[in-house]
T-cell receptor, first 112, second 117 residues
Framework: EAGVAQSPRYKIIEKRQSVAFWCNPI?????LYWYQQILGQGPKLLIQ????????DSQLPKDRFSAERLKGVDSTLKIQPAKLEDSAVYLC??????????FGNGTRLTVT | AQKVTQAQTEISVVEKEDVTLDCVYE???????LFWYKQPPSGELVFLIR??????QNEISGRYSWNFQKSTSSFNFTITASQVVDSAVYFC??????????????FGRGTSLIVHP
């Protein structure tokens, strides 16, 4: 079974620039998650999709972050404009309902 | 928010020692799931175990064992005869079941385990 694919693996940008991350979940997984993990902390849920509908985005800073999951498969997470405090690892995960989350390798974002 | 608490920020042991990682959770749900994940230095979160709220039977898998106690809302993880390769950050997580009305997982802050040779 192929795992969750994320790209890019690393990204360095200057503050106020834009950046986009891509995620391809495990085939058949209806639920897709984007997490932000700041160094030394646990993953923080940004947004959760069930197919192409949003289940929860209460912790997504909507003034600068956006996410979409067209056709209920791949997803993109965008930050525009980036701030220094957005430096973190962005993790994508997918799962069947009530099943373990399977995580991708993450995208390490550095904002300078 | 229903929290997952991992009170131990960092644990340092010498190889072959046994170590227990604590996890305490809050929940108002009848049905829920508990998980442990391992995050090695490479960064990927690796699933270790899932437990549902109806199954309090402890589980052993090789050097790993898990003790689930609903009475104390705890789901502790023990590594027996630790090895250097066990060095990682370990996360406990909770996922509401169908009775909870949503499937939003919550993670603890993680416990960093350092195993010295």
């Amino acid at each position: 079974e192929a795992g969750v694919a994320q790209s890019p693996r690393y990204k360095i940008i200057e503050k106020r620039q834009s950046v986009a991350f891509w995620c391809n979940p495990i085939s058949g997984h209806a639920t897709l998650y984007w997490y932000q993990q700041i160094l030394g902390q646990g993953p923080k849920l940004l947004i959760q999709f069930q197919n192409n509908g949003v289940v929860d985005d209460s912790q997504l800073p909507k003034d600068r972050f956006s996410a979409e999951r067209l056709k209920g498969v791949d997803s993109t997470l965008k930050i525009q404009p980036a701030k220094l405090e957005d430096s973190a690892v962005y993790l994508c995960a997918s799962s069947f309902t009530e099943s373990p989350l399977h995580f991708g390798n993450g995208t390490r974002l550095t904002v300078t | 928010a229903q929290k997952v608490t991992q009170a131990q920020t960092e644990i340092s042991v010498v190889e072959k020692e046994d170590v227990t990682l604590d996890c305490v959770y809050e929940t108002r749900d009848t049905t829920y799931y508990l998980f442990w994940y391992k995050q090695p230095p490479s960064g990927e979160l690796v699933f270790l175990i899932r437990r549902n709220s109806f199954d309090e039977q402890n589980e052993i898998s090789g050097r790993y064992s898990w003790n689930f106690q609903k009475s104390t809302s705890s789901f502790n993880f023990t590594i027996t005869a630790s090895q250097v390769v066990d060095s990682a950050v370990y996360f406990c997580a909770r996922l509401p079941g169908a009775s909870g009305g949503s499937y939003i997982p919550t993670f603890g802050r993680g416990t960093s385990l350092i195993v010295h040779p």
